[in-house]
């Protein structure tokens, strides 16, 4: 990691692999802003590990901007995102496609535009990017939320040609199953562990925070354009997944 690097931002801080990735920047010694929804599990981030709460939807940019002026960030792990229904695309309400839409790649992208100047001032940055397989193979019901994550994926490959000299890295991280909390609302009646996760060996948000360590910690000259983590028992691209038999 670059010695220069102290400040850290992290979106969907609360829980998952926000709450997680918070969690590890601490221990490197990082301050870092956790923005949130959420104030009382905020406040409970800031007394377990001094994460310095920002209580915010990731679509105000300029509230974050403003909670943010003066402060020189040198890592913002953009990770808040919604996959708020899974419904084949003609039976989407129109409101669930702007919704994932502006989470998912709008906020990622006006959150950058906000603290990228400085970042090339100070020719020092790490921007990161918590992708999703979903952005790069097709599925099922995934007719909003997969083209929000592919255009993630393009919108970092753009600012590496952006950024050349400026020695900003750009990472994106592209997990499959992610034992988090990201189908609460998609899949009904309180069935997301049941379907996704009793019975088989998902990532665990800790994984994905490590990830994000290892590429920060990376000599400045190295940058991890993208790497794909999947469980072992998922195959790639996503689109199977068994679960595990002990022998």
Same mark, same amino acid.
């Given at each position: 990691?670059?010695?220069?690097?102290?400040?850290?931002?992290?979106?969907?801080?609360?829980s998952g692999i926000g709450k997680a990735t918070v969690l590890m920047l601490r221990k490197?010694?990082?301050?870092? =802003?956790?923005?949130?929804? *959420?104030?009382?599990?905020?406040?409970e981030l800031a007394a377990d590990c001094g994460a310095i709460p920002i209580q915010a939807d990731v679509r105000d940019t300029a509230r974050i901007a403003e909670a943010l002026t003066d402060v020189e960030v040198d890592v913002v792990v953009? *990770?808040?995102?919604?996959?708020?229904?899974?419904a084949a695309f003609q039976d989407i309400d129109p409101a669930e496609i702007d919704a994932?839409?502006?989470?998912?790649?709008?906020?990622?992208? +006006?959150?950058t535009r906000a603290v990228l100047p400085g970042m090339?001032?100070?020719?020092?940055? +790490?921007? #990161? =990017? #918590?992708?999703?397989?979903?952005g790069q193979a097709a599925y099922p019901s995934m007719g909003a939320y997969g083209p929000s994550k592919a255009?993630?994926?393009?919108?970092?490959? *753009?600012?590496?040609?952006?950024?050349?000299?400026t020695s900003?890295?750009?990472?994106?991280?592209?997990?499959?199953?992610?034992?988090?909390?990201?189908?609460?609302?998609?899949?009904a009646n309180g069935q997301a562990n049941a379907l996704l996760y009793d019975g088989y060996r998902s990532i665990q948000p800790e994984n994905i925070a490590q990830i994000?360590?290892?590429? #920060? *910690?990376?000599?400045? =000259?190295?940058?991890?354009?993208?790497?794909e983590v999947f469980p072992t028992d998922q195959a790639p691209g996503g689109g199977t997944m068994v679960k595990f038999e002990a022998p």
């Open positions: 990691m670059s010695d220069a690097y102290r400040v850290a931002v992290v979106t969907g801080a609360t490197r010694g990082l301050a870092v =802003y956790a923005i949130g929804r *959420n104030e009382a599990q905020l406040a953009n *990770n808040a995102g919604i996959l708020s229904t899974r994932m839409i502006d989470v998912n790649l709008k906020a990622p992208m +006006h959150l090339v001032s100070r020719k020092r940055g +790490h921007l #990161i =990017y #918590i992708g999703s397989s979903g255009g993630l994926s393009l919108f970092c490959d *753009n600012l590496r040609c952006d950024l050349l000299g900003v890295r750009v990472s994106e991280i592209v997990p499959g199953r992610v034992q988090t909390g990201l189908y609460r609302t998609s899949i994000v360590s290892d590429v #920060i *910690n990376l000599p400045v =000259y190295v940058d991890v354009a993208r790497v």
